[in-house]
């Protein structure tokens, strides 16, 4: 015989008055969390009550039921509910959907009912979202319906756009949320799939390796052609920009880089067009040019145009509303936002006025071309004014020197003048066989021996003057490297100014090489056009312009580049002796350890090694867990401002590290004592020596109010 099952009798549920309710001493939630009170009555207001309160009857003292009943599950519910009556929304008297309970205890009904409960798995809550997207519902209305920000939505939403692929495997745990929120940085499915493909190959699963697997060819947006061109101008040209809605991405990845370079050489190409337009006999146009090529080109020095009365007044009216703010505010930590916009904007429109356009010579620009390019911010690079060797104008003979035999040495034109005597037949050797074809020139190999002696001599009596020798090298050092080559000093003394075969990233932006630059500029606007008036002029100069003048040719000729394929032992071991005799300080240069430049293209232990030295041995092992692409970017957050240095680039005496940021040091100036105020000629000549992620982090709790 079949034993019978016995049946359950669910709880009885019926409508109560909100006034007959009170809350129980029996519910189990002490803590506060989830939603708060205020949104869940929001929630309420918009849907009404979704999940029915769990209730006791009130007995009295004679255990018959008074009417009244208890809340030991759905407190929350219950104190929305009372907000709601308070706020006159909701009738004190308004049914509210109850289950009544008599069994068992008031505090198992409350853990029963928090415990029991399953949490909404995120992936259901991405596909929610999405649902009601698609449904109509725009990301404003979605926040407002769950009380989150629209950026939270929006992750939600490019989270549930993953590749269906993917969400399979995230829904059985086969990957993690952040390797899932990594994957969303690129929406191409069948990338994100072929990127999953090669993990299951590789011992490298990191989130920030799937961003880089996923982003491998794109164009960043802080990339100097993306800033040139602009974003829009990009878009606007159909081009994609992929964001990263979970980790701060520079602005995204530009997704098409050919249709990048083709608006920037079009861009480039419009710009040129307008220096054309001035005039110049040539324009060269790259996106970037290595640094030195410059080096063997003579730039021809220009007027700045003189402000109109129309500018110096705007100027000082300026100034003036400058100084009155500063004035105004100058008892106050922080300036309000409305005044510190304005500083900014009368800064940048000063620096607008004091940037003069230069004006040059007419025939100068028919000989002279300029280089366009775009600099390190994405800002237009234009160099005016550099005239090639070839177009240099030629150089006239000096009168006499047509027959270079005759006039070759004073001997020879006294020998000239002796051959016009002997033909009129007054010389006393007028029996000599040569006499009737004149005194013929010194022959070449006597003519060796005499200058060989006279060279002898004048190394012996230069030796004796070191001023006269030193404006002697002075003078050739800036024959090559200030004018185009000529054969006008007797020194044979060379400077070759190296342009560097392997260029370091940003090498030519860097603040230390636009000093250089611009040094060599302000030196090459003091000397003289042509190079046959140099000695004249630097034989006016004084002692201390022609020190700083002869430092900074020397300066110019140092070749320390370490190349694999050019060993230069020595050589590198003499400039070690150079750098300590002079002190060098690179990171007071400017050199800082970036992901770039040092940490991200060296060991882990090498990171670790540099944190060790500046931050400790705890420093370096709290990044020891760390894969390599965040150990670099951790170390490089430690490093900055500490001066550290790797090996190559330290000083023998010197510390690895100093204890103030390379800033400190002030701006790398033109002359030994720091000062960039140049010059004329003679003793004024020479220059003196928080963006946040909202919620990135997903709860356990479903999104939906819970009631």
């Not at 909701?90 to 008031?106: F, Q």
């Not at 000599?432 to 010194?442: A, C, L, R, S, Y």
């Not at 006597?446 to 004796?464: F, N, P, Q």
Request: aromatic share 6%.
């Amino acid at each position: 015989m079949a034993k019978s099952v016995r049946k359950i009798t669910l709880s009885q549920s019926r409508d109560i008055p909100f006034n007959r309710l009170v809350l129980s001493q029996s519910n189990v939630r002490r803590i506060k969390a989830g939603v708060s009170i205020e949104e869940l009555a929001q929630d309420i207001a918009r849907r009404t009550l979704l999940q029915s309160l769990t209730v006791r009857p009130v007995l009295d003292e004679a255990g018959a039921e008074s009417g009244m009943f208890e809340i030991p599950a759905g407190g929350r519910r219950y104190r929305a509910l009372e907000l709601l009556v308070k706020q006159k929304r909701l009738a004190r008297n308004a049914p509210v959907p109850c289950v009544i309970r008599t069994d068992g205890l008031a505090e198992e009904d409350s853990l029963a009912e928090n415990v029991q409960r399953a949490p909404l798995h995120p992936l259901d809550q991405f596909r929610a979202f999405r649902d009601m997207s698609e449904k109509g519902m725009s990301e404003d209305e979605i926040a407002a319906a769950f009380f989150v920000s629209v950026q939270v939505v929006k992750q939600r939403l490019r989270l549930a756009a993953v590749s269906p692929k993917l969400l399979d495997v995230y829904a059985e745990d086969g990957m993690s949320l952040d390797q899932l929120m990594a994957f969303a940085v690129n929406p191409d499915h069948e990338r994100q799939e072929q990127v999953w493909e090669a993990l299951q190959r590789s011992h490298n699963r990191e989130p920030y390796y799937i961003r880089r697997l996923l982003t491998e060819g794109a164009v960043r947006a802080s990339d100097k052609r993306a800033q040139f061109v602009g974003i829009e101008a990009y878009e606007a040209a159909g081009g994609e920009v992929n964001r990263d809605l979970f980790q701060q991405d520079d602005g995204g990845w530009l997704q098409e880089p050919m249709l990048l370079d083709r608006l920037v050489a079009e861009k480039l190409e419009r710009e040129a067009g307008n220096v054309r337009s001035e005039g110049w006999k040539w324009v060269e146009v790259a996106v970037d040019f290595p640094y030195g090529h410059i080096y063997g080109l003579r730039r021809i020095s220009g007027e700045s145009v003189a402000m109109t009365d129309e500018e110096v007044a705007a100027a000082e009216a300026l100034r003036a509303e400058y100084e009155r703010h500063e004035q105004e505010h100058s008892d106050v930590d922080v300036l309000p936002e409305g005044i510190d916009q304005r500083l900014g904007e009368i800064e940048t429109a000063l620096a607008e006025l004091d940037e003069r356009p230069v004006q040059y010579d007419t025939d100068e620009i028919a000989r002279a071309g300029a280089f366009v390019s775009i600099d390190a911010s994405g800002a237009l690079r234009v160099e005016r004014g550099y005239v090639r060797p070839e177009d240099e104008p030629a150089i006239p003979e000096p009168e006499g020197e047509a027959d270079a035999e005759s006039s070759a040495t004073p001997a020879a034109t006294s020998a000239s003048g002796d051959a016009a005597e002997g033909q009129t037949g007054t010389s006393a050797n007028a029996e000599e066989p040569d006499q009737e074809d004149g005194i013929k020139p010194i022959p070449d190999r006597l003519m060796t021996e005499l200058t060989a002696y006279r060279t002898l001599a004048l190394r012996d009596a230069l030796a004796k003057d070191p001023d006269t020798a030193f404006l002697a090298a002075l003078h050739a050092l800036c024959l090559k490297l200030f004018y185009r080559y000529t054969p006008e000093s007797c020194l044979d003394v060379d400077a070759n100014s190296v342009v560097f075969g392997s260029q370091a990233p940003g090498l030519g932006d860097a603040t230390i090489a636009k000093a250089v630059d611009e040094r060599h500029r302000q030196w090459s606007e003091q000397l003289p056009r042509e190079s046959a008036e140099l000695w004249d002029a630097l034989a006016t100069f004084d002692r201390d312009s022609c020190d700083a003048l002869f430092a900074h040719c020397i300066a110019l000729s140092v070749n320390a580049v370490y190349e694999p394929w050019n060993r230069r032992p020595r050589a590198l071991a003499h400039a070690d002796r150079l750098a300590d005799a002079i002190g060098l300080d690179v990171a007071a240069a400017g050199w800082s350890p970036t992901v770039d430049n040092y940490l991200g293209r060296v060991t882990k232990a090498r990171i670790l090694q540099a944190v060790r030295e500046v931050k400790g041995e705890t420093a370096a092992q709290l990044l020891e867990h760390l894969k390599k692409g965040e150990m670099a970017e951790r170390a490089q957050e430690l490093l900055t401002g500490s001066g550290w240095l790797p090996e190559p680039l330290r000083t023998a005496g010197r510390p690895s590290s100093a204890t103030s940021p390379a800033s400190e040091s002030g701006p790398i100036s033109p002359s030994a004592s720091g000062e960039d105020a140049p010059v004329s000629k003679c003793e004024a000549a020479t220059p003196d020596a928080e963006h946040p992620l909202e919620d990135t982090t997903l709860p356990d709790e479903p999104l939906v109010a819970a009631e």
